[in-house]
């Protein structure tokens, strides 16, 4: 026997496979900006940097969409962790590390008031609500450069912008290398996949 929550709508689950193209789209144009060399990219520079230049706009309009929606539909306060936050997020990364291996049942079951663990709702706020904003600040600020300082901390002013849009890029990129893998965690490995699809979590009854 399973049970069956109407978990995500829809607007969320566009969103969510949008925000996930554009970041895609967005690294592997980033690393070709990056690190493109004669005879050694994955894009070629001048159509990686008009790539990455629109997919920036769109992903700074996905972002206040989103904004908005978690603002107006209350979806916002799932991000939130609940008390006692540090004894839930150790464990939870103490099922993540061995427990699920084990067999070993989710430590926090999945309801429609509550849709994430301790330690999902702090990294999700944390992606969410700082680093992926540093990101289209910063890359927005590169995209109207007259905006810029011309001078912070004694350099120019575009440097400390540049350092902060890559850290915060890096971690973006770290945070989906992790989400994927995640995303394969649950009952069966494609559930979750199957979830962001639909919008219908299932789990069994013994869950």
């Known amino acids: 026997m399973s049970e069956r929550i109407y978990l995500l709508p829809l607007w969320l689950r566009m969103w969510h496979w949008t925000n996930a193209l554009l970041i895609i789209t967005l690294t592997v144009t980033g690393m070709s900006l990056h690190f493109a060399a004669p005879g050694r990219f994955l894009v070629e520079f001048s159509l990686a940097a008009r790539i990455h230049d629109i997919a920036g706009i769109a992903l700074a309009c996905a972002y206040s969409f989103y904004f908005i929606m978690n603002i107006f539909t209350g979806n916002g306060l799932q991000y939130f962790p609940r008390s006692p936050v540090i004894a839930g997020c150790i464990k939870q990364a103490k099922y993540y590390?061995?427990?699920?291996?084990?067999?070993?049942?989710?430590?926090?079951?999945v309801t429609k008031e509550i849709k994430f663990n301790p330690l999902q709702a702090l990294l999700y706020w944390i992606i969410m609500y700082m680093v992926l904003p540093v990101v289209i600040i910063t890359g927005l600020i590169y995209f109207f450069p007259s905006v810029a300082p011309d001078k912070l901390f004694g350099m120019d002013g575009l440097l400390p912008v540049a350092f902060l849009h890559f850290a915060s890029s890096s971690a973006i990129f770290l945070f989906l290398i992790g989400h994927i893998y995640l995303a394969t965690t649950g009952e069966k490995p494609t559930s979750m996949?199957?979830?962001?699809?639909?919008?219908?979590?299932?789990h069994s009854e013994h869950h």
């Not at 590390?97 to 079951?109: C, Q, R, S, T, V």
């Not at 199957?194 to 919008?199: A, C, D, N, R």
């Open 193 to 202: 996949i199957k979830m962001m699809v639909t919008g219908w979590h299932e």
């Open 97 to 109: 590390m061995w427990g699920i291996f084990k067999g070993d049942p989710h430590p926090y079951a």
